[in-house]
């Protein structure tokens, strides 16, 4: 920063084991000091700028996009992580600007579809080294946006790219260096990609908390037999009486992400005294993650996520919808496998050149990062362009939109 410009260091008061402009690991390609803001606050705004963060508006969380405009995006549920991770950042004196760049990067791999999709692209690929979003996400900001004339990708800091990598198999870290060291190795990531990663559980929890009983493919009875739900339902029941059923389950769910954040902020809050870091390298080298629920919490944060998974991911409906999400993805794969001059002039040209560095795989690499990087309503116009089947039919999913 020139300090000219910019007189007030907003990372002054950070703990020491927060992650700091000063101490990163730098970028890939070297760039003159940011003027007048940090390191990580320019990471945050090249993402905020990228194409693939406009894209995610029309990505499907659980409710494929065109359902209903209440339901959560991919976008609003980014919001809303970003939003969580810095409060909880904010409290325990940690890099909030790291946090939220890291929450809104975090989703930028994610295919069109939801989970539905990431699993037909990942089947898709499976000849050719596999599809994982978390990869993904790092390869967009690393390789695929092209906004900068002297790099590929978004050239981000290190502890930004090692925050978008929240999962890597064993099989590709190598490929990846140092970002993916720590799952060849072990270790921790920061702290602030520890709490954004479960910030993001806490988002989308609480949210699929609502949207599911919006649907109206989950009921309360059914959350009730659930601690984190049972409890403040209770609890606004006893103190407001008989309220709007809407109403009452945003105060609920309000509630619960009260008791989620409190309860992550003051265990980690332990944790770290505990371990009393000086150097967020001393938190990184720490056996387990210092960021973490109580076991009481976390075993209530199971059981919701299982019951979830049980009766909103696998419901019929849902499943019926995905299923047609599927077999669009893998049509649209083996597609423009087979016929690789109806990709995009540019995509195509890369398609052919990668053919013949790489083979096939490099071919596959290059329809997969095109599939990944397509919006719910694209690939769906495209399935119609190319007469393949698969597509999910506009009304076909919870109906009950309230
Ligand atoms: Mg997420």
Redesign the pocket.
């Known amino acids: 920063m020139d300090p000219d410009i910019f007189v007030f260091d907003p990372e002054a008061a950070l703990a020491p084991y927060a992650s700091r402009s000063g101490i990163s690991r730098g970028r890939i390609h070297p760039e003159p000091p940011p003027r007048y803001r940090t390191e990580v606050q320019r990471d945050r705004d090249r993402i905020v700028h990228s194409g693939a963060f406009r894209r995610l508006e029309y990505k499907t969380q659980v409710f494929v996009n065109h359902v209903g405009d209440m339901y959560r995006t ?1 976008l609003t ?2 919001l809303e ?1 970003a939003q969580i991770a810095r409060g909880i950042a904010r409290a325990l004196r940690l890099n909030e600007d790291l946090a939220e760049a890291i929450a809104l990067a ?2 930028l791999g994610h295919t069109p579809f939801g989970h539905a999709g990431q699993e037909a692209l990942d089947a898709s690929m499976r000849p050719h080294g596999g599809f994982e979003h978390n990869r993904q996400s790092l390869r967009v900001v690393d390789a695929l946006e092209a906004r900068y004339a002297e790099f590929d990708g978004l050239n981000l800091c290190f502890e930004t790219r090692e925050g978008i990598l929240k999962h890597c198999a064993r099989a590709h870290a190598r490929a990846l260096g140092a970002v993916a060291a720590r799952f060849l190795d072990g270790g921790q990531p920061s702290l602030e990609a520890q709490l954004t990663n479960l910030a ?1 559980e806490i ?2 929890n609480n949210h699929d908390v609502d949207d599911g009983l919006r649907s109206g493919l989950i009921t309360i009875d059914q959350l009730r037999g659930l601690d984190l739900f049972a409890a403040p339902y209770q609890e606004v029941a006893l103190r407001y009486g008989t309220l709007p059923e809407r109403r009452h389950v945003a105060e609920t769910v309000r509630r619960m992400i009260d008791a989620e954040v409190g309860d992550l902020i003051a265990t980690s809050r332990d944790h770290i005294a505990r371990a009393a870091p000086c150097h967020p390298d001393e938190a990184r080298a720490a056996r387990t993650p210092l960021i973490a629920f109580s076991a009481a919490m976390a075993a209530k944060n199971l059981a919701l996520k299982r019951f979830l998974y049980r009766a909103l991911y696998r419901h019929p409906q849902v499943k019926a919808m995905n299923e047609e999400a599927q077999k669009l993805i893998a049509a649209l794969f083996a597609h423009f496998m087979a016929h690789p001059d109806d990709l995009p002039a540019a995509t195509a040209q890369k398609a052919r050149n990668l053919l013949d560095l790489e083979g096939i795989d490099g071919q596959a690499r290059t329809v997969a990062d095109h599939i990944a990087g397509m919006t719910d309503r694209y690939a769906i116009a495209q399935g119609e362009r190319l007469g393949l089947s698969g597509i999910p039919v506009v009304g076909r999913g919870p109906a009950q939109v309230r």
Do not use: N
């Open positions: 991919r549920h980014t992580v975090h989703d993001d988002a989308y």
